[in-house]
């Protein structure tokens, strides 16, 4: 069955889980940790994310963010491609790091924002990591110890959690930790993470209810939150799929792309598919992946292997500075 495209508009809350290969450790030690969480404040400063949550456990990580300026693809494409560059060096090692591509829900604010803040920053003392609250609040893998101020980190987006405890930050610091510990007792949340129909609704109960009222129930296994916050992004989804198709109908492929860009561009395309660096192929090779990249939706692997380039070599192109004049190719 293909995979789902992801869901993603400015300014959507997203739970964002990536796991290691065959499940390898990914965070060997504190110069991994610290790695990841310095790309993590880059983005977070340059206003790509807002990051609310977050934890890092040995094979895999949790992250609650917000999209920014950039969207969320292209935030955790900068993130985990450096990441892994980064750590194959550090370890001595090579090949794919993560499991698949990482997997993100797009979640309903209200109640989640708060949920999955709690759930994510439980995730060491449910893993056995941490024995209790108090060995939680100076943990230096998760975020919670952030918001309690033990641990300095100012690209986290503490305030907006704490704003709902209340206005003066010692209670509503109190109230938060209260409110976390409280989860304890709820256990694994599952829905949070998994299942579609549960997840998307919130819950069994949510479920039950509507299905005994003969409610319309639309669900979405990319999607957390109540059946018209569902609705609503499946809508926007395919306006945004529909886009893309008249795109892609246009341009059926990258070798129709390629030739156009080569013949406006007067390159030769075995010169635009080799590791040629002249001034003008480079260019041509810029415009390609950005607008094979952006606009057609392709992967960067997708890309490199038509190029024969490498994958970051693609991403690279596809992020650096934006050249004028894509309308002469679509």
Same mark, same amino acid.
């Given at each position: 069955?293909?995979?789902?495209?992801?869901?993603?508009?400015p300014? $959507? *809350?997203?739970? #964002?889980?990536? &796991?290691?290969?065959?499940?390898?450790?990914?965070?060997?030690?504190?110069?991994?940790?610290?790695d990841?969480?310095?790309?993590l404040k %880059? /983005?977070?400063?340059?206003? $790509? !994310?807002?990051?609310? %949550?977050?934890?890092?456990?040995?094979?895999?990580?949790?992250?609650?963010?917000?999209?920014?300026?950039?969207?969320?693809?292209?935030?955790?494409?900068?993130? !985990?491609?450096?990441?892994v560059?980064?750590?194959?060096?550090?370890?001595?090692?090579?090949?794919?790091?993560?499991?698949? &591509?990482?997997?993100?829900?797009?979640?309903?604010?209200?109640?989640?924002?708060?949920?999955?803040?709690?759930y994510?920053? !439980?995730?060491? /003392?449910?893993?056995?990591?941490?024995?209790?609250?108090?060995?939680?609040? &100076?943990?230096?893998?998760?975020?919670?110890?952030?918001? *309690?101020?033990?641990?300095y980190r100012?690209?986290?987006?503490?305030?907006?959690?704490?704003?709902?405890?209340?206005?003066?930050?010692?209670? $509503?610091?109190?109230?938060?930790?209260?409110?976390?510990e409280?989860?304890i007792?709820?256990?694994?949340?599952?829905?949070? #993470?998994?299942?579609?129909?549960?997840?998307?609704?919130?819950?069994?109960?949510?479920?039950l209810s509507?299905?005994?009222?003969?409610?319309?129930?639309?669900?979405?296994?990319?999607?957390?939150?109540?059946?018209?916050? #569902?609705?609503? %992004?499946i @809508? =926007?989804?395919?306006?945004?799929?529909?886009?893309?198709?008249? /795109?892609?109908?246009?341009?059926?492929?990258l070798?129709?792309?390629a030739?156009?860009?080569? @013949?406006?561009?007067?390159?030769?395309?075995? =010169?635009?598919?080799?590791?040629?660096? @002249?001034? =003008?192929?480079?260019?041509?090779?810029?415009?390609?992946?950005?607008?094979?990249?952006?606009?057609?939706?392709?992967?960067?692997?997708?890309? $490199?292997?038509?190029?024969?380039?490498?994958?970051?070599a693609?991403?690279?192109?596809?992020?650096?500075? &934006?050249?004028?004049?894509?309308?002469?190719?679509?």
């Amino acid at each position: 069955m293909p995979r789902q495209p992801r869901l993603d508009t400015p300014g $959507a *809350l997203h739970h #964002v889980m990536g &796991r290691g290969i065959d499940g390898i450790k990914i965070f060997r030690n504190k110069n991994d940790c610290e790695d990841f969480l310095s790309r993590l404040k %880059a /983005l977070s400063e340059k206003k $790509a !994310l807002s990051v609310y %949550a977050w934890a890092l456990m040995d094979n895999h990580f949790h992250l609650l963010v917000r999209t920014g300026k950039s969207s969320l693809s292209d935030s955790m494409r900068k993130l !985990l491609t450096g990441y892994v560059v980064n750590y194959n060096r550090r370890h001595k090692r090579y090949g794919h790091l993560f499991q698949n &591509r990482y997997k993100s829900i797009l979640c309903e604010d209200d109640p989640f924002l708060l949920e999955l803040t709690r759930y994510i920053h !439980l995730n060491p /003392l449910r893993a056995g990591i941490v024995r209790d609250m108090n060995e939680l609040r &100076r943990y230096d893998r998760c975020g919670h110890s952030v918001i *309690l101020g033990k641990i300095y980190r100012p690209w986290q987006d503490s305030e907006t959690i704490l704003a709902y405890f209340g206005k003066r930050r010692k209670a $509503a610091t109190e109230k938060y930790e209260k409110y976390v510990e409280d989860g304890i007792k709820a256990g694994n949340r599952l829905e949070l #993470v998994g299942g579609g129909l549960i997840r998307s609704l919130g819950g069994w109960s949510q479920v039950l209810s509507l299905k005994r009222t003969g409610s319309k129930i639309y669900s979405d296994e990319r999607i957390l939150g109540g059946s018209d916050f #569902v609705k609503k %992004a499946i @809508k =926007d989804a395919e306006k945004k799929e529909k886009e893309t198709l008249r /795109l892609n109908q246009r341009i059926s492929d990258l070798v129709s792309l390629a030739g156009r860009i080569c @013949k406006g561009e007067s390159v030769d395309i075995s =010169d635009l598919c080799s590791g040629i660096r @002249k001034k =003008d192929v480079v260019r041509s090779r810029k415009i390609f992946c950005q607008l094979a990249v952006k606009k057609m939706g392709y992967s960067g692997a997708e890309i $490199a292997r038509f190029l024969g380039i490498t994958t970051s070599a693609v991403n690279r192109l596809a992020e650096s500075d &934006r050249l004028n004049n894509f309308k002469d190719y679509l």
